[in-house]
């Protein structure tokens, strides 16, 4: 065990058992999310000088002008998955790990791209710590998704695109769910549920996420 594990692990659970009272009270209502949230150790997704803030509801860097996203926002997004019982998740945006883990507690199968390369290899040393071997990760641009380990029935984007890109949708199986924040300065997370050829936006509440790029970081 790290020391950064052994210095909170003993206070830790009980932050996140608050954490997850403060969801509930935001309007997280699924069970299972909120329980993946108060088992999934969030301070190992940050540096150690971060670690005393992992339990705040709030966004936090993790360098290379990247963040860790809101607990509430992840509860959300991932409630949003869940409704619709997929089976093998696309995530863009692997990040921290940390929705990654989330995921992979729920879901049987996670792929996760990532563009920056030493982002992607401290978040698979933290999904290792934490045992989650039902997780595949690549290095490549997020916008075009993983076509060759596609179609998907849940994908979920961790960084905003100005409209959701058509490389997307045509990975998503018939019946399967998109869940992404869209827009420019001001930006609403989306659903997208594919009806064979047709496919149904609903917008859902105001977000601000970092902006989706393309290209690779080595």
């Keep these: 065990m790290t020391a950064q594990l052994q210095g909170i692990g003993m206070t830790s659970r009980r932050t996140r058992l608050r954490l997850v009272q403060r ?22 997704f940050l540096d150690e000088a971060l670690s005393h803030r992992a339990y705040e509801d709030t966004s936090l860097p993790i360098g290379h002008g990247q963040t860790l996203s809101q607990p509430y926002i992840v509860a959300r997004m991932t409630e949003l998955l869940l409704a619709h019982s997929p089976k093998r998740v696309l995530e863009l945006g692997t990040g921290s790990g940390y929705q990654t883990a989330v995921l992979s507690q729920l879901f ?26 039902n997780v595949l990760l690549k290095h490549a641009d997020g916008g075009m998704g993983w076509p060759d380990r596609g179609p998907f029935d849940g994908i ?26 869209v827009g420019e300065e001001q930006q609403t997370l989306v659903q997208v549920v594919r009806r064979g050829e047709r496919f149904d936006f609903k917008e859902l509440e105001p977000v601000h996420f970092v902006p989706l790029l393309g290209g690779v970081i080595r």
Excluded: C, F, M, W
């Design 23 to 44: 969801l509930r009270e935001a309007g997280i209502e699924s069970d299972r999310v909120l329980e993946v949230i108060a088992d999934v150790p969030r301070h190992i």
């Design 108 to 133: 049987e199968e996670i792929y996760s791209v990532e563009r920056i390369r030493p982002l992607q290899d401290r978040a698979r040393d933290r999904l290792r710590q934490l045992n989650a071997r």
């Design 156 to 181: 979920i984007v961790t960084a905003a695109p100005v409209e959701v890109p058509k490389e997307l949708l045509a990975q998503l199986s018939d019946g399967g769910v998109l869940i992404a924040p």
